[in-house]
């Protein structure tokens, strides 16, 4: 038992390394706190009776899926994607974007291009509840930077 | 050791910045108002939407019958009328006006007011 800990703590006892790994820590956190922060999500729970944003007109450009509880009357979100899926429907894409320290589901317009991981998405829609919990866009107006 | 505890720590920190978004944003509750804030600006909508002049037009939530619906009695000058709102689906539109609020009875009881 001595003898095992005398090794573990022979492996352990590196300085040297585990500063190494600090610093790259510490670059990783910075990364995912610079990552996540940029871009903005901004949320109008309710349809605007004054002092619209201008791309409030965006927000009724399209039907609003029935199947899932809506949870705004308007969302636009400005961020990175993170991921993306096709399907299961013909035309269907989603894609995961991080923005303002906030991850949404961006459904595209049927047909739409779908972006790389790291492009900016822009997306202007109704917000809904997607299928697995997570807060989704269903985009009536998309913008890729 | 100092140093690898130090690693340890900032892992950690970026793996529960990742999870607390995540974890975060699967409750979407919180992204909506409070149910009685929903109500009272249902309730305003509603006096929006029947062209009810502010001076002369007031509201109050009456109930709470079950979760997602409030019950609000308005006075349109003319006399009471009452609704239940559903917050989940109210809504309002440029051709049909609103929806997700049927008229019911009105009953005496009295929880908030707004003018």
């Known amino acids: ?145 | 050791m100092r140093w690898l505890a130090v690693t340890v720590a900032l892992l950690s920190a970026s793996a529960a910045l990742v999870a607390g978004i995540y974890l975060r944003d699967r409750d979407p509750s919180g992204w909506l108002p409070p149910p009685r804030v929903a109500a009272r600006q249902d309730a305003e909508t509603i006096l929006l939407e029947i062209a009810c002049p502010r001076a002369i037009c007031s509201y109050r939530l009456v109930g709470n019958p079950r979760p997602g619906h409030w019950v609000a009695s308005l006075f349109t000058g003319a006399g009471t009328v009452c609704f239940d709102i559903d917050l989940v689906a109210f809504d309002v539109d440029a051709s049909r006006g609103f929806t997700g609020a049927t008229r019911v009875p009105c009953r005496p009881a009295g929880t908030a007011s707004g003018a």
């Open chain 1, 1 to 145: 038992m001595r003898h095992r800990l005398a090794a573990l703590h022979a492996f352990l006892n590196r300085p040297r390394l585990w500063r190494v790994t600090a610093v790259m820590a510490a670059l990783l956190l910075a990364g995912v706190v610079v990552g996540a922060g940029q871009g903005s999500v901004q949320v109008l729970p309710r349809r605007p009776h004054a002092a619209t944003p201008p791309w409030e007109r965006w927000c009724t450009a399209g039907q609003v899926r029935d199947d899932r509880k809506r949870l705004a009357f308007c969302a636009r979100v400005d961020g990175l994607a993170l991921a993306s899926t096709t399907g299961p429907g013909f035309g269907e894409a989603h894609v995961a974007v991080i923005a303002g320290f906030h991850l949404t589901i961006v459904r595209l317009p049927y047909g739409a291009p779908v972006p790389s991981r790291g492009t900016r998405v822009i997306a202007v829609g109704p917000m809904v509840r997607a299928r697995d919990g997570q807060r989704e866009v269903q985009a009536f107006r998309l913008v890729r930077g």
